[in-house]
């Protein structure tokens, strides 16, 4: 393939000339057209710019009608240009009119043209306009000119994204829009976006070194199949939650010849490595854009994920933005996302997180949470509407994401913000009271936590303890495996920070989706059901040791409580236990305080153990039941995957007898029971686990308020003979039977004090 000649680099170079030269936006978007007519040795050159509502304005034109500049408006999809848009292709026809799409405008005079050239101009993979020749004589423009226009549409990208042009900055990327979602993390944000994995965009687009380019790009191409296979390599993967197949499949493109040789042809013609890998990019995202089939949607997004990474290596960019300075009010912005990234953040800069996959369940909603930060997950479509540093406001009530919003609504927000506050008031006054329904049951409300910033939660929210501490979020957010005598600083602190409260460390639950960057763990084909929790530390025992000697230190003369994830079998939990006693006894060999009381309790969350409760008790000082796993592995349906984390209810009846069952044995055991899954920090949820007879359960520590509101707004008895009717009747719809229980009998499930009141206030 031949290099670009002469008169498109020509082209170029002049481009870039004007777009130095002073003047207004709108003169050098005339200007730029006129050249480009000129060097292509065309009668006709235009550029439209796409609006909102997906319509096309055409913005500057030589050859054409001036008048229809700003008049002319091909709506969305509609003629030519509007085809190129919308399938983001190139149109190359020696006679226009004969195309079925094309649409005769008589105000712009072009009824003497024929041949018609056209390009979509692109910018990070977006469509931002369209960039036509057009010619009297009937011809069909060579591959050369097809390449040289398209080179030219990505410098006229980069014209009309910087916002010079007026009217084209608000449009660039549809002005405002909003996406909906699904709540991970209620509250609500004013920001701007920042992208988990930032963008590049090229602006050097033409070299005089074709040789060093692709020296460039094939280093580039070498060190990102390098990074994935030690990704794939380090079962790093995992900590993504299901991305593994999206890894594979990265390293299948990534390998891919053809898409290498398509970046080097480009070089070849004399683009630099960045502006080859940008050009091959914009081809595949055309193909993206038609394609109907989801699996190939989704393989195309790998390809466009690829050119991302293969942009930051060339560019010399990190991969996160974890890695550089974000701003104070960062709504972060990601495709997917594992716990371990999230917490790579500055936690006091960060407002917000939106991704565009990921179920409630997941950890990394889990980790929102207990950061206190409002989360959306499943937001389809948002890492191409939004740009790094676009203001936005994230309405994790409603679901839904502001991006560029209106003034109007960014006071309508500031209104909504001060009226949480408000509600939050009311809440804090909730703060002293008991938990006590109307009918005199004491609930114990206590908060999960994991991370220092969670300590102040205990103290704010009122809760009567830490139900659940997950140990292994500061494992997570440590650069090297945290050695004993750090971890039982750790736990000291827990413990002080809690006075005379009630903790409950859960041992080290690491596996799965929560794996530890310093931790070489063997790629797995399922981890959620691999070798993790348990299993793991049964297998190496030091492991478990160290945190144990860690807890039992950190307890020294005062009440030890821990608990143990994943047990499946009453012989693991004895195993286990049998560790804990070697240990406590090596303590006071060693001269050492050991805790006055030592309490050890099991999680109930993976089904088989649920047949064994009776031996269970017989052993455990305390259960607690572990719902987000228990349905996971109850229905199959991986609570990190968002095909079917909702697919399956919590209060179905199944869960509900399952939830039953549990609460029967533990009360003829005299066991201790808790429930610490997500489902307890939700109003209707928590009611139903009232009903069923949990008389304490734990939640993320913004959920105390409102769940302390609904308790004290309910009475259990009569709730409890309603919900075994309904379980007896077989009905199906317990959510919707619940819901009208509550509006029936006054449960407080939203706001529980008189709103209106409330906004006088
Ligand atoms: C659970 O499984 O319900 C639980 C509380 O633990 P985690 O979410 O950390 O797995
Ligand atoms: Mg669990």
Same mark, same amino acid.
């Given at each position: ?32 057209? +006129? ?15 796409? %609006? ?85 004589? +009937? ?27 007026? !009217? ?7 002005? $405002? ?25 090229? #602006?050097?687009?033409?070299? =005089? ?15 990102? %199949? ?43 013609? !004399? ?17 993206? *854009? ?16 690829? $050119? ?27 495709? /997917? ?8 953040? =500055? ?12 179920? @409630?369940? $997941? ?70 009271? @008991? ?26 929210? !009122?809760?009567?303890?830490? &139900? ?19 971890? /039982? ?14 903790? #409950? ?7 799965? =989706? ?62 286990? +236990? ?21 309490? *050890? ?24 039941? &572990? ?15 968002? %095909? ?91 959510? !919707?039977?619940?819901? +009208? ?21």
């Amino acid at each position: 393939m031949a290099q670009l000649d002469a008169g498109p680099r020509l082209l170029i170079r002049r481009l870039r000339q004007i777009m130095a030269e002073p003047g207004s936006g709108q003169s050098r978007l005339d200007r730029v057209v +006129r050249e480009i007519a000129r060097q292509m040795v065309a009668e006709v050159s235009s550029v439209y710019v796409r %609006r909102q509502d997906g319509s096309l304005e055409l913005y500057a034109t030589e050859g054409l009608n001036p008048e229809a500049v700003h008049n002319t408006h091909m709506k969305r999809g509609e003629g030519l240009v509007g085809l190129i848009a919308e399938q983001a292709k190139t149109i190359n026809l020696p006679e226009a009119r004969s195309h079925p799409a094309f649409s005769y405008r008589p105000e712009t005079g072009e009824e003497e043209y024929h041949s018609f050239l056209g390009v979509p101009v692109l910018r990070a993979g977006r469509v931002l306009g369209v960039l036509t020749v057009q010619n009297r004589t +009937r011809r069909h423009y060579t591959s050369e000119e097809e390449e040289a226009l398209q080179t030219t549409a990505m410098v006229l990208a980069e014209l009309l994204a910087s916002g010079e042009v007026a !009217g084209v900055n608000d449009q660039r990327l549809g002005g $405002s829009l909003v996406i909906s979602g699904l709540v991970l993390s209620e509250g609500i944000a004013l920001g701007h976006i920042v992208l988990h994995e930032p963008r590049v965009v090229v #602006t050097q687009l033409v070299s =005089d070194d074709p040789e060093g380019e692709r020296a460039r790009l094939d280093a580039a191409i070498g060190q990102l %199949r390098a990074t994935i296979d030690k990704m794939l390599s380090r079962g790093e993967i995992s900590a993504k939650g299901d991305h593994r197949e999206v890894l594979e499949a990265y390293r299948m493109f990534a390998l891919d010849r053809g898409w290498a040789a398509r970046m080097r042809e480009a070089v070849a013609r !004399g683009l630099t490595a960045e502006a080859a890998v940008e050009r091959v990019r914009n081809d595949t995202r055309a193909q993206m *854009l038609r394609q109907r089939d989801a699996f190939w949607r989704e393989r195309f997004r790998d390809i466009d994920d690829l $050119s991302d990474r293969l942009l930051r290596i060339l560019a010399g960019k990190t991969m996160t933005a974890a890695e550089e300075e974000i701003p104070e009010d960062t709504i972060l912005v990601a495709r /997917t996302m594992g716990p371990a990234e999230l917490l790579d953040y =500055d936690r006091a800069r960060l407002r917000a997180l939106v991704i565009e996959e990921g179920g @409630p369940a $997941s950890h990394v909603a889990i980790v929102a949470r207990a950061l206190g930060i409002a989360a959306l997950g499943q937001a389809r479509g948002v890492i191409e509407a939004v740009e790094s540093g676009d203001a936005a406001i994230l309405d994790a009530e409603s679901g839904e994401l502001h991006i560029r919003p209106s003034s109007d609504i960014i006071e309508a927000y500031a209104d909504k913000v001060r009226f949480r506050a408000r509600r939050q008031k009311a809440y804090e006054k909730l703060r002293a009271k @008991p938990a006590v329904t109307r009918d005199g049951c004491r609930i114990a409300l206590n908060i999960n936590a994991g991370l220092k910033v969670d300590l102040a939660h205990l103290a704010e929210s !009122g809760a009567d303890g830490i &139900g659940l501490f997950r140990t292994e979020l500061e494992f997570m957010v440590s650069a090297t495996f945290p050695r004993r005598e750090r971890q /039982t600083e750790i736990y000291a602190r827990v413990l002080e920070a809690a006075g005379d409260k009630p903790v #409950t460390f859960r041992a080290l639950d690491i596996g799965g =989706d929560k794996m530890l960057p310093y931790f070489r763990h063997a790629p797995e084909q399922n981890p959620a059901l691999g070798w993790r929790a348990i299993r793991m530390w049964l297998d190496r025992p030091g492991l478990f040791r160290a945190q144990i000697g860690a807890l039992l230190r950190a307890a020294s003369g005062r009440e030890l409580r821990v608990m143990l994830p994943m047990i499946a079998e009453v012989a693991e939990f004895d195993r286990a +236990r049998e560790i804990v006693l070697r240990e406590s006894r090596h303590l006071e060999q060693v001269g050492r305080e050991p805790p006055s009381r030592i309490l *050890l309790g099991a999680m109930v969350e993976v089904p088989a153990i649920l047949w064994q409760l009776e031996a269970l008790c017989e052993r455990a000082d305390f259960l607690s039941v &572990g719902s987000n796993d228990l349905m996971q592995f109850l229905f199959a349906a991986d609570r990190g995957n968002d %095909r079917v984390a909702d697919r399956f209810d919590p209060l179905s009846p199944v869960m509900l007898r399952v939830l039953k069952e549990i609460v029967e044995v533990a009360a003829r055991r005299e066991t201790p029971l808790t429930l610490c899954g997500e489902m307890a920090g939700r109003p209707l949820e928590a009611m139903a686990l009232i009903g069923l007879g949990y008389r304490s359960i734990s939640m993320a520590p913004a959920n105390v308020g409102p769940i302390k509101a609904m308790v004290r707004s309910l009475e259990a008895a009569p709730l409890a003979r309603y919900l075994k009717a309904l379980l007896d009747a077989g009905e199906a719809d317990v959510r !919707g039977a619940l819901e +009208r229980y509550a509006e029936e009998n006054g449960v407080a499930l939203r706001v529980p004090f008189d709103s209106k009141k409330a906004r006088q206030e």
